[in-house]
């Protein structure tokens, strides 16, 4: 059955324009506009429309991105420790004088920095440069180890293993808030 738009008439064209369906009968093969109850007008027989199938869908896997999962990734960490100290990339970017893009194109993975760039951010950043270049599971195992040699945040870590799910995600974004300088009113 074949389907087209046509304009509903000609005069009726010329000062609406609508769009109605034609059709054509798969049993007397009349050529037709749809009507409401979907038979045709001649043989009274249902007007099936044609669907087209969907496309069939294939599953493709993505390969890992070299080096996603192992080995040095300063892009990573460059962003983990901007967001860390609360720097923009733009005041990164100012206490290493290089353009904001630079520094973009480093944490979007696009540019390695080079050896002397390294090391004015590992400056920029108050890091060593070997934290840079330590892998994303190392970091955060280090600056977890550097977090319970605080005493009060030992006592709260002790705390927060007794809590279950709901309570310690309400105590995190109380935490987080309070973290970022906002303030709760009640």
């Known amino acids: 059955m074949a389907t087209m738009m046509a304009p509903a008439g000609l005069a009726e064209a010329a000062k609406v324009d609508t769009q109605r369906e034609v059709l054509r009968c798969n049993h007397c093969r ?9 038979a045709c ?5 249902p007007m099936e429309i044609e669907k087209p199938a969907p496309p069939p869908v294939t599953l493709a896997l993505v390969p890992p991105a070299a080096g996603a999962s192992q080995g040095i990734q300063v892009a990573v960490a460059v962003r983990d420790l901007r967001h860390v100290r609360n720097l923009s990339q733009r005041q990164l970017a100012g206490r290493m004088n290089v353009p904001r893009t630079y520094i973009s194109k480093i944490e979007n993975g696009k540019a390695m920095p080079t050896l002397s760039s390294l090391n004015r951010l590992a400056q920029a950043l108050e890091v060593d440069i070997s934290a840079l270049l330590r892998d994303a599971n190392a970091r955060h ?14 006592e709260i870590a002790a705390y927060a293993a007794k809590l279950d799910t709901l309570q310690r995600s309400i105590f995190l974004n109380h935490v987080r808030e309070l973290a970022a300088g906002r303030r709760r009113t009640a």
């Open 41 to 45: 007008r001649r043989c009274k027989q």
């Open 141 to 154: 195992t280090n600056e977890a180890s550097m977090l319970m040699t605080d005493p009060f945040l030992a």
């Open 30 to 38: 009349l050529v037709q506009f749809r009507t409401a109850s979907a």
